[in-house]
Structures are given as structure tokens and as C-alpha cells.
């Protein structure tokens, strides 16, 4: 059950677009569209952003959007705000019925 | 509102054992599928274990497998962990499951396996 793969770090200007990637495998995130985005700030439990690689539950802004294509997801943000800052970690339900997290992404607002 | 609330945590020596609950208020316990994760000091997120919303099916991570046990009742979430490791040093998240993700998650508790 090796880690999904997210780039460390992003940063972005207030206003701006970033986009973080969530790289799997055929058995993760290429298998089912059940990968899931969580935003977690220090010390703070995850908090969900969007589900279902393009599902934004009710509460989150719509700036915040997911897609897949294969074995890869993407999160984007846009018109980037200072209380985006934090670490985002990417989910998926995979074909042996577990899931599996990404490494972790931290972002900064610059 | 869903409140997910852990316990049990704290110190424990290596080879010991040690239990956590998660009390769940807020909604119909019964059912839904719950979940365990844990993050490790300035670590990313791991996924543990998950048990269906009647106790029926549960699921591990390998490392974890053969050590931990999930359970549940009529309103509380269960990790019974054997065999404690170093490794195991995190804190522990309940999250409730909704479909294939996690849609709350408790705020989590401080498990500490050292001599």
C-alpha cells in the first residue's frame, strides 16, 4: 500500500490559480472515481474539499474544483486567499477495498 | 451537528496494548461506516481501518493487520491496538465514511509508544 504521490509544496499569490497533483496507480486512482481532497491546517483535524474527484460538499467554495485523468487527480484552486494556506492530502478507495493517502501537500499563499 | 470525539490515548511502552474510543453524537450512528487514520509527528495522513456500518466487514492496512482490531457498538467506534511499535507513534482520527471518503473526522488523539 505505497503512498499516493503529491509534489511537497506549491505556492501561489493572492488571486492566483495552483493546482496539485495526486499520482496513483491502475489498483487506486486510475481504478474508481472515489478520489477524495482534505484540507488540514496546524494542529486542526482534515477537513473535506471535494469527494468523488469532482464532488464539492456543501459548505466549500467553489473555488476549490477536481478532476482525474488516468491514474492521475488534480486540485485546483482558484483566486488563491490567505486562509487557503495549509496542507492538502489526496484520498482514494482502491481495488483491495482499503484506501490509500497521498504524501501531503503543503501550500503557500505567498 | 456530527461530533466525533476520540479517547484513550497517552503513553504506552512498547509490546503493550492500548485501546481508543470515538463517541459519535449528531446523527444516526447506526448507520453509517466508520473509519480510523492516524499522522504521525509532522508526518502525512494513514489510513488504518474501517468497519460497515453494522460491524460486519472490516478492513486494515497492512501494517496494522493482525494487530489492530476495529469494533463498534450502538454509539461508540473502537481501536483495540496489540502489540504496540514505535511506528505507531501518531495521532489517532475517527472519521465518519459517506460513500467512499471521510465526510467528518474527530479531532484526534495522541498516542505515544516509547519505553
Known amino acids: 500500500q505505497s503512498a499516493l504521490t503529491q509534489p511537497a509544496s506549491v505556492s501561489g499569490s493572492p488571486g492566483q490559480s495552483i493546482t496539485i497533483s495526486c499520482t496513483g496507480t491502475?489498483?487506486?486512482?486510475?481504478?474508481?472515481?472515489?478520489v477524495s481532497w482534505y484540507q488540514q491546517h496546524p494542529g486542526r483535524a482534515p477537513k473535506l474539499m471535494i469527494c468523488?474527484?469532482?464532488s464539492r460538499p456543501s459548505g466549500v467554495s467553489n473555488r476549490f474544483s477536481g478532476s482525474k485523468s488516468g491514474n492521475t487527480a488534480s486540485l485546483t484552486i482558484s483566486g488563491l486567499q490567505a486562509e487557503d494556506e495549509g496542507d492538502y492530502y489526496c484520498?482514494?478507495?482502491?481495488?483491495?477495498?482499503?484506501?490509500?493517502f497521498g504524501g501531503g501537500t503543503k501550500l503557500t499563499v505567498l | 451537528q456530527v461530533h466525533l470525539v476520540e479517547s484513550g490515548g497517552g503513553v504506552v511502552q512498547p509490546g503493550r496494548s492500548l485501546r481508543l474510543s470515538c463517541a459519535a453524537s449528531?446523527?444516526?450512528?447506526?448507520?453509517?461506516?466508520m473509519h480510523w487514520a492516524r499522522q504521525a509527528p509532522d508526518k502525512g495522513l494513514e489510513w488504518v481501518a474501517f468497519?460497515?456500518?453494522?460491524?460486519?466487514t472490516e478492513y486494515y492496512a497492512d501494517s496494522v493487520k493482525g494487530r489492530f482490531t476495529i469494533s463498534r457498538d450502538s454509539s461508540k467506534l473502537y481501536l483495540q491496538m496489540n502489540s504496540l511499535r514505535p511506528e505507531d507513534t501518531a495521532v489517532y482520527y475517527c472519521?465518519?465514511?459517506?460513500?467512499?471518503?471521510?465526510?467528518?473526522w474527530g479531532q484526534g488523539i495522541l498516542v505515544t509508544v516509547s519505553s
Open positions: 468523488d474527484v469532482n
Open positions: 472519521g465518519r465514511n459517506s460513500g467512499y471518503h471521510f465526510d467528518y
Open positions: 449528531g446523527f444516526t450512528f447506526s448507520s453509517y461506516a
Open positions: 468497519i460497515s456500518y453494522n460491524g460486519v
Open positions: 484520498s482514494s478507495y482502491t481495488t483491495r477495498s482499503t484506501w490509500v
Open positions: 491502475t489498483s487506486d486512482v486510475g481504478a474508481y472515481n472515489y
